[in-house]
T-cell receptor, first 108, second 112 residues
């Protein structure tokens, strides 16, 4: 069974609005969780990671993610979306398992 | 700093042909990985190498072999290509276990 899951294939948001890309996990114990971004025809780029400590993790390009143990979630967020944020986003864990990806489309 | 370099970028094979995908990293990382990316399937781990001289199977190793030639290089070989191996292949490396992966730009492989 997959240890991370991304329930949405696609998320649409207007530029300037806040965005959330969802991820849930099922790893037991204290999970290590990650977000990566893939722009068209490129490899994946690391955005941020949660190892321990503060539940709100800040990463590259203004993204942040909130670890919620009670809801077993690690959602990616950004207060104000940019058109250039349009890309494929992957959640992953330390077992080298990636979610299926969520396409984020930000409209002007 | 080139990071992770994969060759070739594109390849078309006929069923039954063999080929080797090359990967090299210049970041002195211990761990290296091969993934395949298919629509609707996300990334699936084929093989990984935690350190020079060691390799381990991932989720989908059948039909593939790997060689960790030295610390820099980690190759993926298809001995007898099948249409089901049509995919985009990514190599990655990591310096601190599996905590932050650096990816190459991928090899798009089509098997006819």
């Amino acid at each position: 069974a997959q240890s991370v899951a991304q329930p949405e294939d696609q998320v649409n948001v207007a530029e300037g609005n806040p965005l959330t890309v969802k991820c849930t996990y099922s790893v037991s114990g204290n999970p290590y969780l990650f977000w990566y971004v893939q722009y068209p025809n490129r490899g994946l780029q690391f955005l941020l990671k949660y190892i321990t400590g503060d539940n709100l993790v800040k990463g590259s390009y203004g993204f942040e993610a909130e670890f919620n143990k009670s809801q077993t979630s690690f959602h990616l967020k950004k207060p104000s979306a940019l058109v250039s944020d349009s890309a494929l986003y992957f959640c992953a864990d330390s077992t080298l398992t990636f979610g299926k990806g969520t396409m984020l489309l930000v409209s002007p | 700093n080139a990071g992770v370099t994969q060759t070739p970028k594109f390849q078309v094979l006929k069923t039954g042909q063999s080929m080797t995908l090359q990967c090299a990293q210049d970041m002195n990382h211990n761990s290296m990985y091969w993934y395949r990316q298919d629509p609707g399937m996300g990334l699936r781990l084929i093989y990984y190498s935690a350190s020079e001289g060691t390799t381990d199977k991932g989720e989908v190793p059948n039909g593939y072999n790997v060689s960790r030639l030295n610390k820099r290089e980690f190759s993926l070989r298809l001995e007898s290509a099948a249409p089901s191996q049509t995919s985009v292949y990514f190599c990655a490396s990591s310096e601190e276990g599996h905590l932050k992966l650096f990816f190459g730009s991928g090899t798009q492989l089509s098997v006819l």
